[in-house]
């Protein structure tokens, strides 16, 4: 399975519901049939954007904790899903190590963000680790 593809897919379904608020039952079929992964790859792809959609607002509540003078709203809709995705399998998949999920947001912003996502999101989520911050309404 290639989770990196699952991500991207990933991504662009929660593009969809985030710019045009497209609904995850348009938005998934639409991406897996143009960009096909099959099997586990696309169980984790939709797993990926059904999770974060469904826990977007924790997550952006995390993010915002780090975001002091940027609020999560008016981040470019790429670097607020990425940022969301990175979160989602840190927080409540961990199933990679919080490295891992950094690379693979900052490789994801290398594709699909602008000239500075990369520095951006990686700056968030690792302060995130470094701060060791709960999830919101969460205890420890």
Not at 9 to 28: C, I, P, R, S
Not at 33 to 48: D, H, K
Request: charged content about 25%.
């Amino acid at each position: 399975m290639s989770r990196r593809k699952a991500r991207q897919n990933a991504l662009m379904v929660l593009f969809q519901m985030d710019l045009v608020e497209a609904e995850l039952t348009n938005a998934l079929p639409f991406v897996l049939e143009e960009y096909p992964l099959g099997g586990a790859a696309e169980e984790y792809a939709s797993q990926l954007a059904s999770g974060v959609w469904e826990h977007r607002e924790t997550l952006d509540a995390l993010i915002q904790q780090e975001s002091i003078d940027w609020d999560v709203s008016r981040m470019a809709v790429v670097d607020r899903n990425i940022l969301r995705l990175a979160l989602y399998e840190m927080y409540f998949l961990n199933t990679i190590p919080d490295r891992v999920a950094i690379n693979e947001a900052v490789e994801l912003c290398k594709m699909f963000g602008g000239p500075d996502s990369s520095k951006f999101v990686n700056g968030i989520l690792g302060s995130l680790v470094k701060n060791q911050l709960p999830l919101p309404g969460m205890d420890g």
